[in-house]
C-alpha cells in the first residue's frame, strides 16, 4: 500500500480541492478547476481516488474509473467526524484522505447513469407531487376564507371551483374569477405532469427485466421497485453480507443499544439514511397486510402475517413484511432468480 499513489478529493462546483498522499506523506493538497482536475486524472499514474459522496461525486468517480483508476466514495458523516481543524477545502480533503485509511472502512458504491436516471425521475415525481399538494391545499384555504367548503357532497377541489366560478351572486370580480381559474388549471397541469413521470418509470421497467421482477413481491409497485434496484445495485450488492444487513441500513430492523454482553434492542428509529425508501416500502406492506386481514390467505406469507396481524396488529406486521421484502429483493438480484409465492392448496 505504501507505493500506492491514494487521492483525497473534496468536489464543489467551480473548484476541486486535490490531496495527494504517497510513501506516507502528503506530497500536494492544491485547488483545480474541473477541467483542469480531468487532465490531471488522465495524466496521473492508476492511483486510489476517493470522493466525498455528494454532488457530482457519481459522475466523478465514473470518470475516474474510466481512465484507470480505483474511484471511491466516503460518507460525508465519517469524513466530518475525521476533520481536526476548521472547515476549509484543504482541510476536508486532508480528512477524507485520512478517512479512507481507517481500517474496516465502508466505502458508499456508485450510481450508473442508468440508475440515476431513473432516481432522478423519481426526485422530479417527488417535487410534482408536493407542488400538487400545495397548489391543492392552498385552493381549499382561499374558497374556505369566503366560506366556500370543499367537501365529497360538492365534488371536491373540482366542485367546489366550477360551483364559485359559475356562482353569479357571490360577488367575485371577473379578475378574480380568472385568477382562480389559472390556479386551477395549473393544479390540472400538476397531475398531467406526474402521470407522464409515471409512464416514463413504468417504460424504463418494462426494459429493465432486473427491476421489473420485483413488482412481483407483496406490496412493491412501481416505483418501490425501481427504489429497490437503486438501493440495492451491482456495486451495493456486495456492501452487504446478506439480505439482513440490507434490511438494517434502510432502517427496518430495530436499533442495536448492546454494551458489556448484553444485547438490547429498541425501535426501528426515526432518523435513517433513506427515510423516504422505508416510509414508500412500509406505506405499500401496510396496503397488502390491509388486504390480507379481509380475506381468506393464498399462500404461506398471508398466514405469516394474518398470525401477526393478531399479535401485533396491522402497523407492526406491514413494517414486518417491508423487512421481508427487502432481504427477498436483495436475495433475488443477488443470486439472479425469481420470486414465487407458495401458493396454498384452495381446494384442500
Not at 7 to 20: F, H, P, S, T
Not at 341 to 347: I, Q
Request: charged share 20%.
Amino acid at each position: 500500500m505504501s507505493n500506492i499513489t491514494t487521492v483525497g478529493v473534496d468536489l464543489a462546483k467551480n473548484v476541486i480541492q486535490v490531496c495527494v498522499f504517497y510513501r506516507n506523506q502528503v506530497l500536494s493538497n492544491t485547488k483545480m478547476t474541473p477541467l483542469k482536475f480531468t487532465a490531471w486524472l488522465a495524466s496521473q499514474k492508476k492511483s486510489v481516488v476517493v470522493f466525498e459522496a455528494c454532488g457530482t461525486s457519481n459522475y466523478w468517480k465514473r470518470k475516474a474509473t474510466s481512465l484507470g483508476h480505483d474511484a471511491r466514495l466516503i460518507s460525508p458523516k465519517l469524513v466530518n467526524s475525521v476533520r481536526q481543524n476548521q472547515k476549509t477545502d484543504i482541510n476536508d480533503a486532508l480528512a477524507i484522505l485520512q478517512a479512507s485509511m481507517l481500517p474496516g472502512i465502508k466505502f458508499v458504491s456508485g450510481k450508473s447513469i442508468e440508475q440515476q436516471q431513473l432516481q432522478s425521475i423519481l426526485r422530479m415525481r417527488e417535487l410534482s407531487v408536493k407542488q400538487k399538494t400545495a397548489l391543492n391545499n392552498q385552493l381549499s384555504a382561499l374558497l374556505l376564507e369566503f366560506n366556500i367548503r370543499v367537501t365529497p357532497r360538492n365534488g371536491g377541489l373540482k366542485g367546489a371551483i366550477f360551483g364559485a366560478l359559475e356562482d353569479a351572486e357571490n360577488g367575485f370580480t371577473m379578475t378574480f374569477r380568472h385568477a382562480l381559474e389559472q390556479m386551477w388549471l395549473q393544479y390540472l397541469s400538476s397531475i398531467e405532469v406526474i402521470n407522464k413521470f409515471d409512464d416514463c418509470l413504468r417504460d424504463l421497467l418494462d426494459e429493465n427485466p432486473e427491476c421489473k421482477k420485483l413488482t412481483r413481491l407483496e406490496g412493491v409497485g412501481v416505483i418501490n421497485a425501481i427504489n429497490l434496484y437503486i438501493a440495492f445495485s451491482t456495486d451495493e450488492l456486495g456492501v452487504f453480507k446478506d439480505g439482513k444487513g440490507a434490511a438494517a441500513c434502510i432502517g427496518l430492523t430495530p436499533i442495536q443499544h448492546s454494551s458489556g454482553g448484553k444485547a438490547k434492542l429498541g425501535t426501528i428509529g426515526k432518523h435513517v439514511k433513506n427515510s423516504m425508501l422505508r416510509s414508500q416500502l412500509v406505506t405499500g406492506a401496510f396496503t397488502y397486510v390491509h388486504q390480507v386481514s379481509r380475506r381468506k390467505a393464498r399462500c404461506q406469507k398471508d398466514i405469516w402475517l394474518q398470525s401477526l396481524i393478531e399479535r401485533r396488529g396491522k402497523k407492526c406486521a406491514a413494517v414486518a413484511l417491508a423487512n421481508k421484502t427487502v432481504r427477498t429483493a436483495f436475495s433475488l438480484l443477488r443470486n439472479k432468480t425469481e420470486y414465487k409465492a407458495v401458493r396454498l392448496n384452495m381446494a384442500a
